[in-house]
Structures are given as C-alpha cells and as structure tokens.
C-alpha cells in the first residue's frame, strides 16, 4: 500500500527536552521502589545477623552489662598442734558495700503529678545521711565520714571490712536498700604470742607471709570459685535469673608435731630469761629422740593480732638464726674420738694451763696451773686444752666427717623460711686456717643453728641413730582424710655404746664438779653440756659479747626429751650454766611431769673426772 502524505499523517508528540516534562513517570517511580526495596534488603538481612548470626554474641554482651562477678573464698586450712590445738584457723568476715545511687533515694517517695519526693513518713532520716545515722552504730563507723561515702552516683562503695556474721545480720535487719556484703575470711592465732613466730603470718595479700605459713602457703590456701550473676538495677542478684558457679576448693590443714602447752611454756621461759639478763634474743628448742620438735620458741616473738612487729620479730631463731655454738659443740668431739677408739671416758690427760697450737697459744675459762683429767673429767670442766689434746688424736678429715654426719652445715628438711644451714669448713677450703683445726674441736669458727645444735643431743640419746628433724606429722584435706608424712630419713653416726658412753659424761656436767649444776633436776638424771662461746657480730665483722647456752636430756638413764636454750649476748650472767641452766632446769622439769616420764631409778655413773694420786 503507498504511504500516505505527510499533510495526512497524525501530529507527533512534542520531544521531553522540548516540552520540559517527563513524559515517562513510570521510570523514576521505579527507581525509587528499587532503592526503597534496597534499603529495605539492607535492614532486613542486618535484622536476619543481629536476630540469628550474630544473636549470641549479642545477648552475651547484654548479659554481661547486667551480671556480676563475685569471688568465693576457699577456707585455708588449719595449723593444728599434735593434738588438735588449732594454733591457726580461718573465721568468717563480711565486707559491707553499697550502692550510693540507690541510698540516694532512701525513705523517700515521689509525689504524683509533681515528681517531687519527699519522707515516707515526717521526721524520717533520708538519703546518704539518713541510712549513715542507722548503720553507722551498727559497723562502729563515723556517721560523717559514712554519709560522704554514701552520697554520689557511683554504683560501688565499701563501708567496712572484717565484719562479723553477727554484726552483718543487724545491718541486714536494718533493711537499707542498696547494702550487700561480700563474703571473704579472716585469719587468727589463738595462742597468740606463744607460737607466732613458728606458725608465722599472713600478708595483706593473704598469701604467707612468715613461718609455716609462708613455708607451707600452697598447702594451706586453697583454691578460690567464683559466681557470675544477674542483676537488678539495684545492684541486687535477680533470684531466678542467669548465674554460674565454680566451687571454691578448701586448703589442706597442717598437722605438727608441736605440743602447744610445752610451746607456751618455752617461749614463756626464754622470753623472761631475756629480759633478766638483757639479752639480744633468745631460743628454746624441745625435741624427743626421734627428733620430732615438741617446741620453738624465740623471743622476743610478736602478737599475730596486731600490725606492730618488726622483720626480726617474724624470725624463728631456732633455724634463722647461726652462731657459734662453743662448749656444746665438745660432745659432737669427744663422740667421735671415742668412736674412732681414740680415747674412753677413764683415758688420762694431762692438761697444761694454755697450748700452743698453729699460730695460737690456748688457754680454758679460767686460769689454772696444770691439771690432770680423765676424759670425762675434760667433759666435766669443759677444758678446751682438754677437748684438743683428745681431738687432735683425729685428723681433720675425720672430724669434718662426724661434723656432717651430725647434721651440721646443711639444712634440715624443715624448708623453714629464712633457714640457715650454719657452716662448717673443710680441711683445705677457703676460709680454713691452721687454727681452724682446733678451734672446731671446742665450737668456734664454725656455726650452727639450734635445731642443728640440739640433734646432735639427741642423736647420742637415740644410741647414736640421727633422724632427720621433723616438724609435720601430716596433713587432712578438707573431707577431713589424714595423710601422715613420710617417715625422715635416719643414720647411724656412733655406736650405741658410745652413746652410752658420752650420757654417763654428760652426767657429770650438771654434778657438783661440772660447769652446769644449775641445770641439775631434783629426781632425775640428767646429760647435758653447757656452752659460753664469743659471739660473731655480723655488723661489725668482728667478736662482741658472748652466746650462752645450755642443751641437755633426761632422763640421762632412759631418755626422752632434748632441751637446747640458747641466749644471744647477755648483758649480765653470760656464762652458759648460769644463764641458761636455770631455764633448762624450768621447761624440762615441766615437761617432764606433763609427759607423765617416770624419775630415774638407776644410780648415778659417778665416773672419775681425775687421776693420779692427789697432790
């Protein structure tokens, strides 16, 4: 068909950029729908992440924004004597806190319509000072100073600490809104002075600070929970809402083999002794034969109840303390020369008034002109010419080996904190001089702590087996199962009849010829050896005053206690049996007739001191 003309064709629309309008609405509307359904998409599968992906996560940061974390205390275990005394223990406290933004509102209410609050009741206390005049009586607290911690917007306050559970409940019956507690423990010493530096304390950390606390912390403490819980707005736990437990693990408690009544009684002694004669300090040790102590006491000593003490008072001298331990030391001598066949206790010496020896003339206590003693009798009168004459029968080596196998030079099995292992020196060895070969022979220029010094007593009452001292017995776990400790180990050093042997000497010490009569025990026999050594003053580096002491047993005929007392420069009285003596003679009369231990019934063994027709 042919096209029609022009003239006859319909008129065309005008063009949209020369009208000025869009002559096709439909897209932009579409445009907008699909950025409209875009940003819908977006929030949509943001909605899908926060409501499924990341759900969890989510709910566990809002819960974290409304729980608490509180600690659970494990209990630390007990330090109990070998009979049950608890010489340390564990008690219940509370540390009371507060809300302050919620005491804000204490006895007050909001009138309707005004927002105003107001009393609950006219001539109510409100507010911070309102609850500080009710509970400041009941934590013995000053109502001032309480009512400025309260106030503020803060959510946490401490009010006080270390109450008691009694207390607690009358600030509960209180009924403040906003007060909570925490519950933590507090650590007391029963006995007091009497076993404070041996159970030793804690730190403001709560960790062992001294003595078996410190030696034994991880034993003793513990393992603490926890609970995570929600909250109220109030800073109140929400009774059925989320919370998670993990149970605290109570400490093991500490069985010793202290007996507590002979630990009051020694470190009564000693203390009074010290201040009589003005000394620097002074120790009692108490052992059985088989090495198991009974008591240490030292003094001064401190009372665990208070803050006031000083880093020397924390200190067990016992086994903190070294020193050059003089005449006792001669019975560690003497049992070696006789075990090595050397001498017996009726072997003749002639003593001369000083010795020369190495580079150093000798000389006893006390002047004299020559003299003629058994070895006993050399004992008796605590000769140091003597104790030579017989000592340099052994070499060096020898004598340094009965010094180790005595125990000294290395420390115990105790791990005691702070404990000394004393020294004692080698033959050749740095520090050992021509000298030195016969000063050891009568204790000086070697050291010794007490425990040290007393073993070696009670290995000659042990028929010479030494066991190494003991101080556990065991422990109990929480559920109250006893584990006993391991039994120490044990040597044989002499024989028992030297042994034997050097307690019938030692008898003669506290005889009317001996340099100890003040130890002697009515009813009793008893060994023993006193001691006065010069005392090596750290410092100065040099010699200054004396150590006085005394350690014996009894019954000389069947023994059953070792007691050492040991008193660092005395001001008056230094001499070992004068100072020391009585205090011996006082704790082991005590602790005789305590343990129920039988007089003597056998006779004295009156060996001969002297020979040689008199002159």
């Not at 600030?171 to 507090?186: F, H, K, N, W, Y």
């Not at 029963?190 to 076993?195: D, I, L, R």
């Not at 049992?335 to 008034?353: L, Q, R």
């Not at 005889?511 to 060994?527: D, K, Q, R, S, W």
Request: proline letters at 7%; hydrophobic letters at 40%; a negative charge.
């Amino acid at each position: 068909m042919p096209r029609p003309p022009a003239s006859a064709r319909p008129p065309r629309a005008p063009r949209a950029a020369a009208a000025g309008v869009d002559v096709r609405p439909d897209r932009r509307l579409r445009a907008w729908v699909l950025a409209v359904l875009l940003v819908l998409s977006l929030f949509g599968g943001r909605l899908v992440q926060l409501q499924g992906a990341d759900a969890s996560q989510y709910a566990e940061a809002a819960l974290k924004q409304r729980t608490s974390k509180t600690t659970l205390w494990a209990d630390r275990g007990q330090i109990l004597d070998d009979k049950g005394v608890v010489l340390a223990t564990s008690v219940e406290r509370r540390t009371v806190v507060a809300d302050p933004k919620t005491i804000a509102d204490y006895n007050l209410r909001t009138v309707p319509g005004t927002g105003e609050k107001v009393p609950r009741k006219e001539g109510m206390p409100t507010g911070p000072a309102g609850a500080a005049a009710v509970l400041a009586p009941l934590l013995g607290a000053d109502e001032a100073t309480l009512t400025k911690t309260l106030t503020g917007t803060n959510r946490y306050a401490v009010l006080a600490k270390g109450i008691t559970p009694e207390v607690w409940q009358q600030v509960l019956d209180a009924d403040v809104p906003g007060i909570s507690s925490e519950r933590t423990t507090q650590r007391i010493y029963p006995t007091g002075n009497a076993s404070s530096t041996l159970v030793g304390i804690l730190g403001s950390d709560g960790q062992g600070l001294s003595g078996l606390e410190g030696a034994d912390n991880s034993t003793l403490e513990g393992t603490n929970g926890w609970m995570r819980y929600e909250r109220s707005l109030g800073g109140q736990q929400i009774p059925l809402g989320d919370s998670t437990v993990t149970e605290p693990v109570d400490g093991d408690s500490m069985h010793l083999t202290i007996d507590q009544d002979l630990q009051w009684k020694a470190e009564s002694a000693i203390a009074a002794q010290v201040a009589a004669t003005g000394a620097e300090n002074g120790t009692v040790v108490i052992m059985d034969k088989q090495q198991r102590l009974l008591a240490m006491a030292s003094a001064p000593s401190f009372d665990p109840a208070t803050n006031k003490f000083t880093n020397e008072q924390l200190n067990n001298t016992a086994l903190t303390e070294s020193f050059e331990p003089g005449s006792t030391a001669k019975v560690l001598t003497l049992a070696a020369v006789i075990e090595e066949g050397k001498a017996d206790a009726a072997t003749p010496y002639t003593v001369p008034g000083e010795l020369k020896r190495s580079t150093k003339v000798f000389h006893d206590s006390h002047a004299h002109g020559e003299e003629k003693l058994t070895l006993a009798g050399v004992l008796a009168q605590s000769s140091n010419i003597g104790t030579i004459l017989a000592g340099e029968e052994l070499d060096a080596a020898t004598l340094y080996a009965y010094e180790k196998k005595f125990g000294f030079g290395v420390k115990t099995d105790l791990d005691f904190p702070g404990e000394t292992a004393g020294k004692v020196w080698a033959p050749g060895e740095e520090g050992w001089s021509g000298t030195t070969r016969y000063t050891v022979m009568f204790g000086q220029g070697l050291s010794v702590n007490a425990v040290q010094a007393a073993s070696v007593f009670a290995t000659v009452a042990n028929d010479g087996v030494r066991v190494e001292p003991s101080l556990v017995a065991g422990t109990s776990d929480p559920a109250g199962t006893y584990t006993a400790a391991p039994a120490p180990a044990s040597t044989r050093v002499v024989s028992p009849s030297t042994a034997s042997t050097m307690r019938d000497m030692m008898q003669a010490v506290v005889g009317e010829e001996g340099t100890g009569e003040a130890a002697n025990i009515p009813g009793y026999l008893v060994a023993g050896k006193t001691g006065t050594a010069n005392r090596f003053d750290e410092d100065c580096r040099c010699y200054s005053g004396y150590t006085a002491s005394f350690i014996g047993m009894a019954p000389a005929d069947d023994p059953q206690l070792v007691v050492a007392v040991i008193l660092q420069d005395p001001k008056n009285n230094y001499y070992g049996g004068a100072a020391a003596g009585p205090v011996f003679k006082d704790v082991m009369t005590y602790a005789l007739q305590q343990r129920g231990v039988a007089p003597s019934t056998t006779p004295p063994a009156n060996l001969p001191l002297t020979w040689g027709a008199p002159e």
